[in-house]
Structure formats: structure tokens, C-alpha cells
């Protein structure tokens, strides 16, 4: 578990529990547009469990297909361009209700992640840019990496992130190559940046979350175990398959 802004939660899966702060209670949050150009599938770990998304601005579905095992929400306006009914996009196991799969709903409010305010609860520290390659140990389900990065964060090769950490990188989270962990259940990495974090090129594949002051930017095929949490806008540009 890590503690970030007075807020606990666990790197393992996004906390559901009465004190989880608002912001992790959705398979994907933007406080701007959200933008699908391409394929999008997210599902519920739980059949109990909608794993929706929501942006506090304009939900923007230009591609397709997407399959979403939750609610569709949004706070400004909508737009459907796939010519395929809503129904048949965002289908959520939680209903009993039978309440409308797309749905305007009241913005959650997202505090800024500062990293640099936290680094005193680093583990590890490095001052300027990190270069990840190859594979970067950290740390037990108890006793998680916390890495400070007064730079901004990239790779230099293939990364395979093994055990349990949270990134607090004060720049941008830029991925060129692929970057995976090997198992749910043995590891788990957690980005948070005080600019943008990017898929670039390669692909990610990894057990953990997302976070960015800024937008999230996803050009290349992502697989994500966890929640995304943008402050800006996330814009898909390559196939994206989230299990929340």
C-alpha cells in the first residue's frame, strides 16, 4: 500500500474500499475530453462491479470497437460517431435498475499529484531524467519501491518491472519500448507524473495504474491491470484493454 495525499490505497488493484478517495472508484477518469479513436475493452474483475468510465468534460467516441463493462459518463456532451447503439458499447453487470448506459453526470473533483512534495517517502531517488532498460527490481506487496524522479522518466530498451512500486516523477512518463510485469499476482507498478505519460512505441502490458497531472496518450497497444486518471486528456491511439 502507498499513501498519497493523505489518501491510502493499494498498487495490488485500485482500493474500492469506504475511504478510497473518488477519483479510483473508475476503470478510466479524465477531467478533459476523452477521445477513442481505436479499439477500447474494459472489464470487471467482479460480475458485481461495473468498471465504467467518466470524463468531467466530452466523451468523444471516434472508433471503435468498444466494449465497456460499466456506464459511459460524462459531464459536458457526447458523441457516438461508430454507428453502433450505445447498448452495445458500455454494458454494466451493476444495473438492477436498467438506468441508461450513457449517463451526464456531476464531475469528480481530482486533486493534483505534486511528486516532488512526496519524495521524502522515497525509497529510492534520482535526481534529473531515469532511463529504464531491461529488468528493474522493486519492491514486496509490504514493503513497495517508492522512486522519486526529480526528471522525467523513459525507456532505453525492453523494461520487465518485477515486484511492487509507485513512480513519482515530476516530469513527463514516456514509453518507447515494450514494458511489462510478468504477473498480476507478483507484481505491480504505479506512474505518477506531473506532466503527460505517453505510450510511444512498443507496447504496455502491466499490472498497476496511471496517473498524469497532464494528458495520458496511448499510441500504441496498452494492456493495464488497474485505472487510469488524467487531469487533461486521454486520447487512444492504439488498442486498449484495461481489467479494473
Do not use: C
Request: no cysteine.
Amino acid at each position: 500500500t502507498g499513501t498519497i495525499n493523505g489518501q491510502t490505497s493499494s498498487i495490488r488493484r485500485v482500493y474500492r474500499g469506504e475511504y478510497a478517495p473518488a477519483f479510483t472508484g473508475l476503470a478510466v477518469l479524465t477531467d478533459n475530453n476523452m477521445v477513442l479513436h481505436t479499439p477500447l475493452t474494459v472489464r470487471s474483475e467482479s460480475a458485481d462491479i461495473n468498471a465504467s468510465i467518466q470524463t468531467n468534460n466530452n466523451l468523444q467516441i471516434l472508433g471503435g470497437p468498444i466494449a465497456v463493462q460499466g456506464f459511459g459518463l460524462y459531464s459536458g456532451g457526447i458523441s457516438l460517431n461508430t454507428g453502433v447503439p450505445a447498448e452495445q458499447m458500455f454494458m454494466p453487470p451493476a444495473n438492477s435498475a436498467g438506468g441508461a448506459v450513457t449517463q451526464q453526470v456531476p464531475p469528480i473533483v481530482i486533486p493534483p499529484i505534486v511528486p516532488s512534495a512526496l519524495a521524502s517517502f522515497a525509497t529510492r531517488r534520482t535526481d534529473g531524467d531515469l532511463r529504464l532498460a531491461g529488468t528493474v527490481e522493486l519492491g514486496t506487496i509490504d514493503n513497495p519501491t517508492i522512486w522519486y524522479v526529480s526528471g522525467s522518466l523513459d525507456t532505453g530498451a525492453d523494461v520487465t518491472l518485477n515486484g511492487y512500486g509507485i513512480f513519482l516523477v515530476d516530469g513527463e512518463v514516456r514509453f518507447t519500448h515494450n514494458v511489462r510485469t510478468p504477473l498480476v499476482d507478483e507484481s505491480n507498478a504505479a506512474f505518477y507524473s506531473g506532466g503527460h505519460i505517453k505510450v510511444m512505441n512498443g507496447s504496455l502490458d502491466i499490472a498497476g495504474q496511471l496517473f498524469a497531472n497532464g494528458s495520458v496518450e496511448l499510441k500504441e497497444n496498452t494492456t493495464l491491470t488497474g485505472n487510469i486518471v488524467a487531469r487533461n486528456v486521454l486520447n487512444t491511439l492504439g488498442s486498449v484493454n484495461i481489467t479494473y
